[in-house]
């Protein structure tokens, strides 16, 4: 079964532009246009989940235990890392309610807001991106794409399961239902979810599609242009507006994930090599945890500047209006560099620590609790991810 390397190497990239987009250092690269807009990846983290998870399960998921055991292998390999991340918020606030009590104030008051108590149960649910009542960028903010995709997951199997010679034509209608209903707007589900639905499901018709076209031998010259295209329009649609279509993007990253597929061009020759392959394995990590370090990092800044007397924040208006957005801003462009790429860096390093400590014994955790029930049929098998 082909493992798509250079489509999970690319997402390492965008869970890397990720970051930068929430960095919020007011002269530094993290404000250029391409990763202004860089939140709007995570739908081709979606796209490349339904196309990954579609080759995979989609025609093997025909009993119950498939399922249960479909269902095992993804909540251990996003479950355990999620947890561990909401705890580290949980002890940030814990550690704020501490300072309160000895009369020093940070930002925010401690469970409060976003980080309030009553959001700690939705965050272990993994429901907070679903019910409007729930606040879906609580504690760990990046969390809500897992939120969004666990259930989708379920739905998947479910689907696989139940309709199985209709499937194909059931995972078609629910992107197309779930994009257009994204376009149009005022539905009872949010946002977040459209693009989950969308994007997951039109993954799944890109594989469809892909597996009629494999058999195209696509050049290095026209594969490169291909690719050069494909990411070309992402990039117009991105940068060329401060509120790009969700839709419009969720199409164009399914084009994209279906023309790296083939891994025929030069940039999928320069997305094999082992850097980015290391980083292409440490995706979940990289986007999990870069919240946290910039907590640590604002709260490192914001204790400088009352020692030192200086400001080095400023809020600023956001694209959403009425809403301002805080910056780290150092009054100097090499300096403002500078601490992005020790944010990086640390968020590199701690997520090679997270990989192994947790991402990967989550995964072992997976195939053992399915061989201890006896579904042997996956556990000794490497998972799409």
Known sequence: MKLFLVLGNLRGLCA???????????????????????????????????????????????????????????????????????????????????LERRGIQLNNVSFTGDRALGEIVPNLLLIQAWWPGFNALS???????????????????????????????????????????????????TNNVLRGLGCFFAGGVTFRVYVRLRHLRLGPLLGSVLEVLSLGAVYCVMAGSET?????????????VGVFAFEAGGISMLLRGRPLAWLGERW??????????????????????????T?????????????????????????????????????????TLTYRYIEQPGIALGKRWNRGRGDESVSSQRLPE
């Not at 690269?29 to 979606?46: I, M």
């Not at 034509?169 to 994009?179: D, N, R």
């Open 284 to 309: 979940f990590s990289v986007y999990m945890t870069h919240a946290a370090v910039i907590f640590v990092t604002t709260v490192g800044v914001m204790m400088v500047a009352k020692a030192t007397g």
């Open 244 to 256: 790009p279509q969700d839709a419009a993007l969720a199409i164009l990253f399914c084009v994209a």
């Open 16 to 98: 890397l532009a990720i970051a930068l987009h929430h960095f919020h250092v007011l002269q530094s690269a993290s404000e250029w246009s391409l990763f202004r807009n860089a939140g709007y990846l995570v739908e081709f983290f979606f796209a490349l989940s339904g196309f990954l998870l579609y080759q995979r399960y989609a025609h093997s998921l025909d009993s119950g235990p498939q399922l249960r055991q479909f269902m095992i292998a993804r909540t251990c390999r996003v479950y355990p890392l999620h947890v561990f991340i909401l705890l580290v918020f949980v002890g940030f606030e814990c550690l704020k309610l501490l």
């Open 139 to 189: 504690f760990n903010y990046p969390s809500w794409i897992v939120s969004v995709e666990y259930y989708v997951y379920l739905l998947f199997g479910l689907v696989a399961l139940m309709l199985p010679r209709q499937s194909a034509k059931v995972f078609a209608s629910i992107a197309v239902l779930a994009l257009v209903a994204l376009y149009v707007g005022n539905t009872p589900l």
């Open 311 to 351: 400001s080095l924040m400023v809020d600023l208006p956001s694209a959403i209006a009425g809403v301002t957005t805080r910056y780290i801003s150092t009054g100097s462009a090499l300096l403002d560099n500078l601490l992005i790429v020790v944010e990086l860096i640390v968020v590199l390093g701690i997520s």
